[in-house]
């Protein structure tokens, strides 16, 4: 790994975009990469985050990836570098999860997961692919073993994401012979502040139920959260996930996806080989020692 490290320190100095790098897998990405040499523009959202990681080789950046003035003004940081440094990659890891049966999540949350999973990453692409081209570059969009199976209770964030892995399939076959590289990142239990949240979350969405809605899902909710907690120490750690996707820059021809996790490993091998109704019992399988869980 030391030869690795040194060997990328003598690209020079390319600038990477990361979005979402306020916590997990995006500040762990994010600084991978700055201890490798490459100037990080590290999309964060309030001064706080942008002072926790910033470093030698990081530069935060204002960036909420649904507002286009932020867009702009990030391209016009690029394009007015005095130092003319070629964006070797876009790293789109900004994201928003909210887990929740599909007959309860308010349509203007469905669509506000939307714009930030999948309007906002298709924006990013847009604004920074012609720098891409002139670079040769490299899209890497961070999706979910839940962009390939949706799980109950999982779908609104799994729908952002399945959509997301189509995109990437398209935009990969548009772009590719025209020298521009697009990788997708399907993590499994990523430990993350994300993570944490799932039982407050979980409990706020329950609360907000009607009666009727939870007598039909309250079970549900919690054995989500008590499957959910049961992973985290099996979890990969951020900076783990993070080394993974920076590796990625390491490769002249990438794969066209990564899996994170043995979980992640295991589901993709399960979907591509089992029937739905098969995949439905062993999915209801692992669920059942949850289903008596009183969390909340």
């Known amino acids: 790994m030391k030869n ?5 320190n003598t690209v020079g100095q390319e600038m990477v975009v990361v979005t979402g790098t306020s916590t997990g897998i995006g500040a762990a990405t994010a600084r991978q990469l700055g201890k490798r040499g490459f100037h990080v523009l590290a999309g964060v959202r309030t001064n706080m985050d942008a002072d926790k990681i910033r470093d030698i080789n990081i530069e935060p950046i204002m960036l909420d990836i649904t507002n286009e003035v932020h867009i702009s ?3 016009e940081r690029i394009t007015s570098d005095k130092k003319q440094r070629p964006i070797r990659a876009l ?7 909210i887990n929740v049966p599909i007959e ?3 349509l203007s949350e469905w669509r506000r997961q939307f714009e930030v999973n999948l309007i906002g990453q298709v924006a990013m692409i847009q604004a920074l692919l012609p720098e891409l081209f002139k670079s040769k570059g490299t899209v890497i969009n961070i999706s979910s073993i839940g962009g390939k199976v949706a799980m109950g209770g999982y779908g609104p964030y ?12 398209s935009l990969r076959r548009e772009v590719e012979q025209l020298g521009v590289k697009v990788v997708v990142v399907e993590p499994g239990a990523v430990t993350s502040e ?3 949240r799932v039982r407050s979350n979980a409990q706020r969405i329950t609360n907000e139920m ?9 079970k549900l909710m919690h054995a989500m959260v008590s499957q959910a907690e049961s992973y985290i120490d099996k979890a990969v750690s951020a900076e783990k996930a993070g080394q993974i996707i920076a590796n990625i820059l390491n490769n002249k021809r990438p794969h066209t996806r990564y899996t994170i996790g043995s979980d992640a490993a295991m589901l993709s091998v399960l979907i591509k080989y089992l029937p739905d109704r098969l995949l439905d019992k ?3 399988r692992s669920m059942k020692p949850h289903l008596n869980a009183e969390l909340f």
């Open 282 to 284: 062993l999915i209801a």
């Open 91 to 97: 790293i789109n890891n900004a994201a928003i999860e």
């Open 4 to 8: 690795l490290i040194t060997k990328i």
């Open 73 to 75: 003004a990030l391209i």
């Open 210 to 218: 009607t009666k009727e809605q939870r007598s039909r899902y309250s």
């Open 104 to 106: 309860v999540l308010p």
């Open 194 to 196: 994300m993570s944490k």
């Open 158 to 169: 799994a729908a952002t994401k399945f959509a997301l892995e189509a995109v990437s399939d």
